[in-house]
């Protein structure tokens, strides 16, 4: 049955007949001018706008308040969506082909719907209670929440009262309510987003009082809130990152292997640790250090800033020989300037540094010592940091990380340059990340910035802000709750989330459990173990059979970057996560509430081992009539399904959807040594699947905006199959800037009786095939600019 718009919207007022109890409130007048439609109420005014026909923001301005545009969160620019408005029956409703809004005069109600369904309305709408700003909206009972940050307390996050106040939660495990990334932001299970576009202190109420309503709450700032719609998961993502800005690609480095750890406390230990990882072969891409390069003491020295010359006496030749073996150099910097720092007086004399309300610089004690702040949001304190990452970049520094951005500690008197402590205090990491951003882009526009940030905000990832999920504790518990915050950050627009492999807090040595989570990690974002220094977080210093089975996932890792780095530029190009949940394209009941297994782009379905010993592992395989292969074994499953799989030690169950391509290469030592011009392409066929698609994407790794620019090459593959055929296509795009690249494929099909024959456009093409494993294999000629047609006679 068709459901017209008007009926529909009666229907979401009739469903939430006793959501606005707010009854004074009511609607004076109206007016629509360039695409925004005025409602004048009794106690203020609301501006309505759509961005597109499935985006809508809606602001509040209360009587007495002056309307603020500025938003730290939303770049998109209202397109000037075709929209009309329209009264009828004590109604004004105001709608794009998609989205829609109506508002009820009196009582004073508003509600939205999308293609004519509804979506959500406010129940209280704007409230004002003992200095507490709030906008309530009304829940269908069985609606699932997601979003509100980084958290661990269940994928449906529903029932839960959140704080809006970014802050580290030390040697959290299976549960923590709140941590480092506090996203304003609302999405449901009826597949719509609600971003609250206000960076101020607050609280997200997902009906913590079991009553239908969803509640977000405020000190002050803003009373803004966009609706984000779409007909799939894959629409909300897309609305959601084209309002905020979407991820640029990182460099090709950062999908390759890290050595980190807290930490290396001298140049001899750095170089030692790197010799190791090459003499092991054990591929190696990245050195992190931590703050020893710039004191000798954990206390005393935060502010340097500079390299301790003791310790790291010839830091620059370091750096170079280092990059000549392929590894990049991350350095930690802190926002913090001690009064004991060498650069102490260097900011004061700056104006650098947040001040009291008097303008002297405010200090104040915490762990490391007594400290002030950089403000990050004046002129000033911008100049003075970014000069000294310059500096570093310019001896061969190749990547940041930017730690206790919360910021750690950062007292409610404190001043910045926009506002006090608690209005910016959510957007310090954000505007930190930016200010790196913004600095490539001014004075290194080739290149992309590596920047490893503790704290952002909703829309940090266009500035390519990589977050990490805190001071995690080394335990079964901290591990389990890596996949629900990853996936949530990644709905959430922070699509590189990722945990410290194997853990960081505690002394803990248990080689099952390092196992265990560095074969997670090789299907979450980054491959980064870190630890405290106690017991070592390399793979190298741990015992035989755990470097073995952590090197062979590193090796795995590494095998899987064509895959990786295509599911990136799909990323920076559509929003879509990295990490995805199963609800993305799994209605049934529990899929909602699944994070023990989880899809790794399109094509892969992980589920990482997370209890000690294990020997059975239960899997959902979603999506009915579906199949999925074992990605080792090969054996089918169908789709829509629980089962109970075994496990090994060697690895942790992953499978394949049918139908999928999937390109690999030979492991390098590090992705300085990657070509792209050996591809093994992968495809798993299965009778069910008569069509599918897949791409690679390739570029020089390293540019900024190498698509944008033309410096790229795609791969398009294409499967066709029919009763005794498989076809497999594929053809090259290449950039209007970029040199073809002459590559030589290996297609290995799977899932087949021997073929018959192998074709390559018409003509015969020697081919094996494995009885064991059901895979044929063929390899084609080197070409550049590829297009060709490999027909498999079943």
Known sequence: MKITTTAALALAFACQSAAAQNSARHVQSWTE?????????????????????????????PDGEEHDARSHAVVLAPAGVAATVKEAGGRIEFATPGIAVTIERRPLRIAYTYKGQPLVAEKLGYTRKNGIEALEFALDGDEALYGAGA??????????????????????????????????????????????????????????RKDGTLSYETTGGRK????????????????????????????????????????????????????RFIDEKIPLDAVVLDLYWFGKEVKGTMGNLAWDKDSFPNPQGMLRDLKARGVNTVVITEPFVLTTSSRWQEAVDAKALATTKEGA???????????????????????????????????????????????????????????????????YGHDWARLIAEGYAKDYP????????????????????????????????????????????GMQGLAYMHSDL??????????????????????????????????????????????????????????????????????????????????????????????????????????PVTEPGAKRKEVYFPTKGSAWFDFHSGERHGGGILETVDVVA???????????????????????????????????????????????????????????????????????????????????????AAEPVVRAYTVHVHGIARPRRVLLDGQALAFTWDAKTRVAKAVLPARARLAAKVSVQL
């Open 33 to 61: 001018k360039g695409g925004v439609l005025e409602i004048v109420t009794n106690d203020g005014r609301y501006l309505i706008r759509p961005y597109s026909s499935a985006i809508l923001e809606t602001t509040f301005v």
């Open 151 to 208: 958290r661990a307390v269940g994928m449906n996050r529903r029932g839960n009262r959140f704080q809006l106040y970014n802050k580290a939660h030390y040697g959290y495990g299976n549960r923590s309510e709140l941590l480092n990334f506090t996203i304003p932001m609302a999405l449901s299970s009826k597949r719509y987003a609600l971003h609250f576009d206000n960076p101020q202190a607050g609280w997200l109420d997902f009906d913590s």
């Open 224 to 275: 803004t809130y966009q609706v984000i719609a779409g007909d799939a998961w894959s629409d909300v993502m897309a609305g959601y990152t084209s309002l905020t800005g979407r991820q640029p690609l990182p460099p090709r480095w950062a999908f390759g292997n890290f050595a980190s750890r807290f930490g290396y406390h001298d140049e001899k230990e750095v170089r030692a640790v790197v010799d």
């Open 361 to 427: 610089p405010y200090t104040y004690d915490f762990f490391f010592g007594n400290t002030g702040l950089v403000d990050i949001f004046s002129p000033q304190g911008r100049s003075w940091l970014w000069k000294i990452y310059k500096g570093l970049k310019e001896q061969g520094v190749a990547g940041w990380w930017g730690d206790l951005g919360e910021p750690e500690l950062h007292p409610a008197a404190l001043q910045h340059a926009t506002g006090s402590a608690d209005q910016v205090h959510n957007i």
């Open 446 to 489: 080739d290149e992309r910035p590596f920047i490893l940030m503790r704290a952002g905000y909703s829309g940090s990832q266009r500035f390519g802000l990589i977050p990490w999920s805190g001071d995690v504790s080394r335990s079964w518990g901290g591990l389990q709750s890596q996949m629900e915050i990853a996936l949530q950050m």
């Open 502 to 607: 194997g853990g960081f807090a505690g002394p803990v040595l248990d080689d099952e459990l390092y196992v265990r989570w560095l074969q997670y990690g090789v299907f979450q974002p980054l491959f980064r173990p870190h630890a405290q220094e106690e017991v070592p977080s390399e793979p190298v210093f741990r015992a035989p059979r755990a470097k073995r089975l952590a090197t062979e996932a590193i090796r795995l890792r590494y095998t899987l970057l064509p895959y990786h780095y295509t599911m990136a530029f799909e990323n920076s190009t559509t929003g879509m996560p990295l990490m995805r949940p199963v609800l993305f394209e799994d209605a049934a009941n529990d899929a909602g509430t699944l994070a023990s297994t989880y899809l790794w782009g399109g094509s892969f379905l992980v589920a």
């Open 650 to 736: 060697e690895r942790i169950p992953v499978y394949v959807r049918a139908g999928a391509f999937v390109p690999m290469a030979p492991v390098v030592q590090a992705t300085r040594d990657y070509t792209g011009r050996a591809i093994d392409l992968h495809y798993w066929h299965d009778a069910g699947v008569t069509s599918s698609s897949g791409m690679l994407y390739d570029d020089d790794g390293a540019t900024a905006d190498a698509y944008g620019r033309g410096k790229y090459e795609i791969a398009r593959f294409t499967a066709s199959a029919q009763p005794g055929m498989l076809d497999i296509g594929i053809a090259t795009e290449t950039g209007s």
